[in-house]
């Protein structure tokens, strides 16, 4: 008799999915450098609560989820956002693209609550990957739950068609998507940076971008030529 599926979350409470999770974490910390402002959002669960949030410098965090999981602070539509237009300094969006079952519409909805000169963060799995290949291989995905394998250039292609500027792409996840023989924090730095012993390309990928708002500036009409004046008339045309 053939063992059930794992689900996304017991697939985290796993070795190699804790591993993960806190490898994003310290990742994220280094991102969130310069990122400041009064709102930040999660779109989508990862981990357990705000475990990819712990360090960053905005203190009033929320995660927004569209199933009722427990560590979500607000349960909605992804692709239908509660939240006004223009009012978050930051999105994050862990691995959420590739769960949603419209991820073009989600990015569009992060974009519309996103201030202007807003920073959007996107983690993800390369498909051109050990990963990609086990998820592809895989009717249930890999991690659990995944519906697509999105590219880190077609996730830029979709931010340049909404103006974004790129402003940093780091590659990570140099680990075989297998049980770590080792600690958690023994793993850690295998997943973070490439081993000399480690020939296939990386995992998974963050792209951090800012929201760019161009105003039209409006020109000004040319007068037309008009034609010499003499004593007061127009000169008449031969």
Known sequence: MSESPLSLRQWQALP?????????????????DDVFGQELLQLGTW????ELLSQSHIRRQSVLTDADAADGDIVASLAHLPISSGSVDAVL?????????????????????LFAEG?????GFQPASLWG??????????PPGLRRRLSAGRVRDWLGLLSYEIVSVRSYLYHLPRTPHGSIEATIPSLLHRGW??????????????????TLT??????RERRPVL??????SI
């Open 93 to 113: 969006l862990p691995h959420t693209l590739e769960h949603a079952a419209d991820p073009y519409a989600v990015l569009r909805e992060a974009d519309r609550v």
């Open 133 to 142: 290949l086990r998820s592809a291989a895989s009717r249930a995905g890999y």
């Open 197 to 214: 012993f480690y020939p296939w390309p990386a995992a998974a990928y963050l792209i951090k971008a800012r929201k760019r708002v161009y």
């Open 231 to 236: 004593g007061g008339l127009v000169e008449p």
């Open 119 to 123: 920073q959007l963060i996107v983690l």
């Open 47 to 50: 981990g357990s609560g705000r």
């Open 218 to 223: 409006p020109i000004r009409p040319r007068w």
């Open 16 to 32: 190699l999915g804790r591993a993960l999770i806190a490898a994003e974490a310290r990742l994220l910390a280094t991102t969130f």
